[in-house]
């Protein structure tokens, strides 16, 4: 099936895929370590109380205190820091200093949650570090919206649903089985 000269080439292709992966690993493992550890982290851990929040239930001076803390992280780390994220919180900014409408300001803070959120767990899981599982998110309410909370619900009822489909349908086998065997 293989040849000598074919298995050869495989194994410098896969040598070198190996190698090419694992530098790049440890080259982008410094950045990494800084965005979370600079970055995302203190603002995660601003956030973390409110994520998922509207601003009419943290209150306005709060939400004020919690951007100014974030802009400062950010003016400090600008380079570390997702451009979303960046944006947003001057978005929110300007709609504080401006508001038109409260459920604006709640819909942005709340995407600005999703982005902290979303870009904290994505370094983490790329240093391979411990991530928030679903029943965290659960306990601390920590979801953009019901149908979020909903699917990943469902997510964690799966096995278990499988589960007792498999025990239902080895019971009517048996069942059936049975009637089969008394039957005849």
Request: glycine share 4%; proline share 4%.
């Amino acid at each position: 099936m293989w040849t000598g000269d074919a298995l050869q080439w495989f194994g410098i292709f896969l040598s070198i895929f190996l190698i090419y992966y694992g530098f790049r690993y440890q080259f982008s493992k410094a950045p990494l370590e800084k965005q979370l550890y600079s970055a995302y982290l203190p603002m995660f851990r601003i956030m973390e109380p409110y994520l998922y929040q509207n601003c009419r239930s943290i209150g306005k001076e709060r939400v004020k205190d919690l951007l100014s803390q974030l802009l400062t992280i950010v003016d400090k780390h600008y380079e570390l820091i997702e451009p979303n994220i960046i944006y947003w919180c001057r978005l929110l900014e300007s709609k504080i200093v401006n508001p038109e409408s409260k459920s604006e300001i709640d819909d942005i803070f709340i995407h600005l949650s999703v982005l902290i959120d979303r870009e904290f767990e994505r370094t983490r899981a790329r240093l391979f570090l411990p991530t928030r599982d679903i029943y965290y998110r659960l306990n601390n309410r920590h979801y953009a919206s019901k149908l979020r909370m909903y699917i990943d619900i469902l997510l964690i009822s799966i096995p278990q649903l499988m589960a007792l489909g498999g025990v239902c349908y080895l019971a009517l086998t048996l069942l059936q089985f049975t009637d089969n065997i008394v039957g005849k």
